[in-house]
């Protein structure tokens, strides 16, 4: 046997014997401490799982198993969460993780109200694995909200970044996730668009920018106003309703009712009958009907779609065509594309062709915002997802759209808001 293989055998049995020695070691350590843990003593086990866990060998999957049931026993101790959770981040991270660690630190997660990283840790899980219970899991957590602690005695639908709020009789301005903006001190206040909104104070109208200093003083007498977009704001003047800027500059062309303006259009009645109207003075849906469908805030149009009252029915249009879609009400569609509608007493959902693609099952219902709608069962508001599936159990007075992950809803305390922890755009 030559010189060459002769040292070759000799390292291959020094490796051998030396990672036999450490798997030895190992298991003993193992032993000890599961000893040890069989009479409550955690705290000595720890460090003995600790060494074993450290070494590169058979056991060591084994030992961090058990290391992880001690932390877990000794989790009121300074360190061993940090020291849990680090343990799960390593075993997470190697190739070929399970999907029960992806699992085991979610559940860990969500143990302790750090809903965020429980569907952090579910997301990674999903994207290594693909596995189907994590999926599920995800799926049942991704609607958990937190709900904040200010409350108003009114809260408006949510518009661009901000809200109008009403607190001791008169409104002021919310940020969309509640917290307060421009402070309740006006008679009467509009949506907030780009760096105003419109406001009443003493009878005098004008406009405040997002630090409730004055930017624009209507000179005319307004005795009302709508809601500001696309840089147009309805305003009651003497001889009936105006188009008027940002700027109060009033347009020419009155109306006896004016909505507030979405995507270059709003709803607008004249000579007792109602339309839609754009932003010169052509007429998408001429003026033959009893009402134009509009939400809260006077918005009517989306997605090329209005809903138009005739004769106690209402008729679906797209880019200014009827459809042919009957319904006995409905709200405006928003730009995710499911609407709300209701036939013989119960509330389902359409697409913009007017298939219906959710059940007529609730008592009451909002049009889809953000993957989700408001809906009411029985007495309580809750929210469906679109699949249909109740995602936020019915508990609130009332219920209001989501927007950028929040919603207004009434609970018992007044309007509060409520923000997803998972909010995808």
């Known amino acids: 046997m030559g010189i060459g293989c002769l040292a070759l055998l000799i390292v291959s049995w020094v490796i051998a014997i030396c990672s036999k020695s450490t798997a030895e070691k190992q298991l003993d350590l193992i032993q000890r401490a599961t000893a040890l843990m069989a009479d409550g003593v955690y705290i000595l086990a720890e460090p003995m799982l600790e060494e074993a866990a450290g070494y590169s060998a058979t056991h060591t999957l084994a030992a961090e198993e058990e290391l992880k049931h001690v932390y877990l026993k000794l989790i009121n101790n300074r360190g061993s969460s940090r020291k849990y959770t680090e343990l799960l981040k390593k075993q997470m991270e190697r190739r070929g993780a399970r999907p029960d660690v992806f699992d085991e630190a979610?559940?860990?997660?969500?143990?302790?109200?750090?809903?965020?990283?429980?569907?952090?840790?579910?997301?990674?899980?999903?994207?290594?694995?693909?596995?189907?219970?994590?999926?599920?899991?995800?799926?049942?957590?991704?609607?958990?909200?937190?709900?904040?602690?200010?409350?108003?005695?009114?809260?408006?639908?949510?518009?661009?970044?901000?809200?109008?709020?009403?607190?001791?009789?008169?409104?002021?301005?919310?940020?969309?996730?509640?917290?307060?903006?421009?402070?309740?001190?006006y008679e009467k206040i509009?949506?907030?668009?780009?760096?105003?909104?419109?406001?009443?104070?003493?009878?005098?109208?004008?406009?405040?920018?997002?630090?409730?200093?004055?930017?624009?003083?209507?000179?005319?007498s307004a005795s009302d106003f709508g809601n500001l977009a696309d840089d147009r704001i309805p305003i009651l003047l003497s001889d009936g309703w105006h188009r008027a800027t940002g700027y109060f500059e009033i347009g020419t062309n009155t109306f006896q009712q004016l909505g507030m303006y979405s995507g270059g259009y709003a709803a607008a009645k004249t000579g007792g009958k109602w339309g839609v109207v754009d932003l010169s003075t052509k007429w998408l849906i001429p003026v033959e009907y009893d009402g134009i469908i509009q939400d809260e805030l006077g918005r009517c149009y989306a997605r090329g779609a209005v809903f138009a009252r005739l004769g106690g029915m209402v008729y679906l249009f797209v880019e200014g065509k009827q459809t042919g879609s009957i319904y006995d009400d409905a709200r405006p569609f928003s730009d995710e594309g499911f609407a709300a509608v209701k036939r013989n007493g119960k509330w389902g959902f359409i697409d913009i062709t007017g298939t219906q693609v959710i059940d007529f099952l609730y008592d009451d219902a909002l049009s889809f915002g953000q993957h989700l709608a408001a809906v009411k069962i029985g007495e309580l508001w809750g929210y469906i997802s679109l699949s249909g599936r109740v995602v936020i159990e019915p508990i609130f007075l009332e219920a209001k759209s989501f927007y950028t992950g929040t919603a207004p809803v009434l609970t018992e305390r007044g309007w509060q808001f409520i923000t997803l922890y998972e909010y995808a755009g």
């Open 190 to 220: 509009s949506t907030f668009l780009v760096d105003r909104a419109v406001v009443m104070k003493n009878g005098e109208v004008y406009a405040i920018d997002s630090n409730n200093n004055r930017v624009a003083k209507l000179h005319d």
């Open 106 to 185: 979610a559940n860990y997660y969500l143990s302790i109200s750090r809903i965020p990283d429980a569907l952090a840790v579910l997301r990674e899980g999903i994207e290594k694995t693909g596995d189907e219970a994590l999926i599920a899991q995800y799926e049942n957590n991704r609607y958990a909200y937190k709900t904040s602690r200010t409350a108003y005695d009114y809260v408006a639908a949510i518009s661009g970044q901000c809200v109008q709020v009403k607190s001791d009789g008169l409104w002021g301005l919310a940020r969309a996730d509640g917290t307060a903006l421009i402070d309740c001190e």
